[in-house]
């Protein structure tokens, strides 16, 4: 499991404080106001580094932050297209049979018959529900809807699911 979890991407500056607007990879934007610390991730020769959260806006699909780091918009024009991360302790609770995405890509998908189908290798977020994107042995991708019909067993300790294919899916 990771240690760290994406919550945003920084994606341009804001005004003339150093404040900076925030693409949001996590589902609920509102988190950031009980943030009070996230950590850039480093690139290149930067190392990572813990940036205070001072302000919180919404914006549009965007959050503008204000970080005690970061005076100037030239300041803030260094961390373009940074992501922003929390530590998995600080990561939201989640509900039973709740995963975070980044647990789910890699695990080993069989089908309830025992048959293997492949490794998890993306979800995609519909709206009605999560799809998930099995890469199978033959090269080929299998939709699976993530739904209590199709997802029988998730072990992330065993790093396995076990799925059930209704008609048509396969």
């Avoid at 979800?123 to 099995?134: E, F, K, M, P, R």
């Amino acid at each position: 499991m990771e240690q760290f979890l994406q919550v945003g991407i920084i994606s341009s500056t804001h005004g003339v404080h150093g404040e900076v607007k925030v693409y949001p990879t996590t589902d609920d934007p509102r988190r950031f106001k009980k943030l009070k610390t996230v950590i850039a991730e480093g690139q290149g020769r930067r190392a990572a580094e813990t940036l205070t959260i001072e302000q919180v806006r919404f914006f549009k699909n965007m959050v503008i932050l204000k970080f005690k780091e970061i005076t100037t918009p030239e300041d803030a024009l260094k961390y373009k297209n940074v992501p922003l991360l929390v530590p998995r302790k600080d990561a939201v609770k989640l509900a039973p049979g709740e995963y975070f995405i980044c647990d789910l890509i890699g695990l080993e998908v069989t089908e309830d018959t025992g048959r293997y189908l492949g490794k998890l290798t993306e979800v995609l977020q519909t709206g009605a529900n999560d799809v998930y994107v099995i890469s199978m042995e033959n090269e080929k991708e299998l939709l699976i809807p993530n739904i209590k019909e199709c997802i029988l067993e998730v072990s992330l300790e065993d790093n396995t699911m076990k799925v059930h294919l209704l008609e048509g899916l396969l």
